[in-house]
């Protein structure tokens, strides 16, 4: 819920609230001062009774009153002078004063006066005193109900209002581009917003520094070790031709296999520096997963035939020539998320083992998975596989196949590129199953 809506809904409760209480007080109050105005009405109407010239006769005089909203007796010596005709001719036993009591079927606030040989009783429904009481408190706090939507609508624009500069940063990060670290130039006069726009500054300058530290230092390094690795490379050669010594030649050969596992590593950290997503997505054309696919295989094939392994291409409703499982992407991103993934799946394979490569489409995009006979991985490795340099086992992996441990860390950041998701699973084949869902991507 957003903080507009929550102060707004704060607000109106309090509101609601607290016109709540004020009726229920003001209904208590309004009982005790309407009591208080009709028990002195009932002392004026039992006054002017008690002085009425009634003179003592054998027939006393029976007043109609149908509405029953005021019923009386006028006693003389214990003889009824006059009364009304709802009451009934015996003296109704009260003492003087005030007193509630049930009055002719229904509950009645009482007065009873005494002067000389008179007695006056007078009677009023309590029906009424609540009628009064209600009508008060309706006449008071009516218009207040009816300016509750009024206030809720003021308190809704008033909120807006006040959140206003928040609102407006926040547009401002979200559309943001992620690697756009410039200060957000903004002059605010608001006190509690100056300080968030001064810290995300300054947050934006350290991360902007870690960032392009992290970014090119891998790159640059691994740039600028391609030279001397070359070199290396053809020197090491060089001398292997020359050696007739068996043993000389054999840590020639250790050389040059680590010299390789180093340039592989320089290749890979290269690849991991240029995979950031807004460098990619600006070049994205229709390119075949099939296509790239059965290239990526042909490519590696000879890894595949020098371990007698055994690999296949699955998929719904192939298309043999590459026309289908097409996606808005970039061939060189696809290519090295494929290579990867099968290589890994190369590596960890044992001879004669199986790989099944598998293509599926939906309503809106394409699903790439690939399995394996290998060892699998526990839930714990499945977890660190993406880190950098994270490699199962390590050099003392069962296949003892070497390796940077860059690969699945270059499969994430392609991964990012494409909006797509990775999901790792047991494979029914013993190894490993790992699947790739591209999402939003299908070519029209």
């Known amino acids: 819920m957003s903080i507009r809506k929550r102060l707004t809904l704060i607000l109106l409760s309090m509101m609601v609230l607290t016109c709540f209480l004020a009726l229920v007080k003001g209904y208590q109050k309004s009982m005790h001062h309407g009591e208080s105005l009709l028990d002195d009405e009932l002392k004026i109407v039992a006054g002017v009774l008690i002085e009425q010239p009634l003179a003592l ?5 029976q007043v ?3 509405s029953a909203q005021l019923l009386y007796q006028i006693w003389q010596n214990n003889n009824l002078l006059s009364g009304s005709s709802s009451l009934t001719n015996n003296q109704i036993s009260f003492s003087e004063g005030f007193q509630t009591a049930n009055v002719a079927g229904q509950r009645m606030r009482v007065f009873v006066m005494s002067k000389n040989t008179r007695k006056v009783i007078v009677a009023e429904p309590m029906a009424k005193r609540f009628e009064l009481a209600k009508a008060v408190i309706l006449s008071a706090m009516l218009p207040m109900l009816w300016a509750v939507p009024l206030l809720a609508i003021f308190i809704s624009f008033f909120v807006k209002y006040a959140l206003a500069p928040l609102t407006r940063l926040s547009k401002q990060l979200a559309s943001r581009q992620a690697n756009d670290f410039t200060p957000i130039n903004w002059q605010v006069t608001d006190e509690e917003i100056k300080p968030v726009i001064n810290r995300l500054n300054d947050l934006f300058k350290r991360v902007e520094t870690a960032y392009l530290r992290e970014r090119f230092f891998a790159s640059d390094a691994a740039h600028e070790l391609r030279t001397p690795l070359s070199s290396l490379k ?12 068996l043993q000389d030649h054999q840590e020639l050969q250790a050389m040059s296999q680590g010299i390789n596992r180093l340039s592989n590593i320089v290749e890979q950290m290269l690849i991991l520096g240029r995979t950031q997503p807004e460098q990619w997505q600006r070049q994205f054309s ?13 490519e590696q094939y000879d890894k595949i035939d020098e371990k007698n392994q055994t690999i296949s291409l699955e998929g719904d409703d192939f298309v ?3 026309d ?8 060189f991103t696809l290519t090295t998320l494929i290579a990867n993934l ?5 590596k960890y394979t044992p001879n004669n083992g199986q790989i099944i490569i598998k293509l599926a489409s939906s309503n809106n995009g394409f699903s790439w998975q690939i399995d394996d006979s290998g060892a699998g991985m526990t839930e714990e490795q499945k977890e660190r596989i993406f880190n950098r340099f994270y490699r199962v086992g390590g050099d003392q992996h069962p296949s003892g196949e070497q390796g940077a441990g860059l690969g699945m860390a270059i499969v994430q950041h392609i991964i990012a590129i494409y909006g797509a998701s990775i999901h790792l699973a047991n494979s029914p084949l013993g190894g490993l199953t790992v699947k790739v869902t591209f999402t939003g991507v299908k070519s029209d």
Not at 239 to 244: C, D, F, T
């Open 57 to 61: 006769s054998t027939d006393a005089v």
């Open 320 to 322: 043999i020539n590459g």
């Open 234 to 245: 053809i020197n090491v050669h060089n001398l292997a031709n020359k050696q007739s010594n």
């Open 64 to 66: 109609s009153n149908n």
């Open 342 to 346: 099968l290589s890994n799946a190369i």
């Open 286 to 298: 229709e390119q075949s997963l099939l296509t790239i696919t059965q290239q990526v295989v042909s």
């Open 324 to 331: 289908d499982f097409v996606i808005n992407g970039d061939e």
